[in-house]
């Protein structure tokens, strides 16, 4: 059975960094190097939306709204998904959600952007 674990998420201020991380059991490691790894976030009121995507090194998009601030990447040995994000703001408040090949989803970590 796949399941998806982020962590990471809290409260920071304006222009801080927090790093999540998405855990990924049960994937073998086919899917995990191969298949689409994302994540998404959802504000309050809002739709989802992308934020980052990764298939390999040498592929990664991000957001708009993102773009330039976080990093998207991946530890195939660990089966972890990595989101840097930096510069953040309080826009950026929301909660975040990896995926796995559209179709593995975890149940989402809180990041809340406040002074």
């Known amino acids: 059975q796949v399941q998806l674990m982020e962590s990471g998420g809290g409260l920071v201020q304006p222009g801080g960094s927090l790093k999540l991380s998405c855990k990924m059991s049960?994937?073998?490691?086919?899917?995990?190097?191969?298949?689409?790894l994302a994540w998404y976030r959802q504000a309050s009121g809002k739709e989802r939306e992308l934020v980052a995507e990764?298939?390999?090194?040498?592929?990664?998009n991000y957001g708009d709204s993102v773009r330039g601030r976080f990093t998207v990447s991946k530890n195939n040995v660990r089966r972890t998904l990595y989101l840097q994000m930096d510069n953040l703001k309080p826009e950026d408040t929301a909660t975040y959600y990896c995926?796995?090949?559209?179709?593995?989803w975890g149940q989402g970590t809180q990041v809340t952007v406040s002074s």
């Open positions: 049960g994937i073998i490691l086919s899917v995990f190097t191969g298949s689409r």
């Open positions: 995926s796995a090949a559209d179709q593995y």
């Open positions: 990764i298939v390999s090194s040498d592929f990664t």
